[in-house]
């Protein structure tokens, strides 16, 4: 499978950066056809967040995650960078506690466990179900719903 089927050679060539090897063209197909333009920012943190497994992130600890792998990027970046993969539908924010979002790799509908004191975010395995759903206020539609079971350990 050619991984750059979706970029002409030409494509490339107006990228803001090189784009070598078979991940970075994945990456810059999934930019791409996200209609952003491919920066050395959105490149680098592209390949940790948009080509691995499913996970939840905050900037915080993607900027960690960075800096281990000797990325030079300021916690500013990761923050606009991670806010411009969600406007461009590659993420989904999850603010769990009202002050620190996630940011989720899986952009579907579905439901999380927030896990108080251990700053951790997981999916609900099987999903959840609900039998009837508010009605909207007038002249609004629901956009999304999001639900997050609050859990913490329990005391002995």
């Known amino acids: 499978m050619d991984v750059s ?22 990456c810059a197909q999934v930019l ?17 967040l948009l080509l691995g497994d499913h996970r939840h992130v905050t900037a915080e600890g993607l900027h960690e995650e960075a800096t281990a792998a000797n990325l030079r ?13 969600t406007e ?4 989904r924010r999850i603010a769990a506690d009202g ?21 951790a975010l997981v999916d609900v395995a099987g999903g959840l179900a609900f039998s009837k759903l508010p009605d909207p206020l007038p002249g609004h539609e629901i956009e999304r719903l999001d639900v997050i079971v609050h859990l913490r350990r329990k005391r002995p």
């Open 5 to 26: 089927s979706g970029l002409r050679e030409t494509d490339l060539d107006d990228l803001a950066v090189p784009v070598a090897g078979e991940a970075a063209v994945r």
């Open 32 to 48: 791409a056809d996200a209609g952003m333009r491919v920066t050395r920012q959105r490149l680098a943190l592209g390949k940790m």
């Open 73 to 85: 990027l300021s916690l500013a970046t990761v923050y606009n960078t991670l806010n411009q993969f």
């Open 88 to 91: 461009a539908g590659l993420l």
């Open 99 to 119: 002050i620190k979002s996630f940011f989720d790799t899986d952009t579907s509908v579905h439901p999380h466990f927030y896990l108080e004191g251990e700053d």
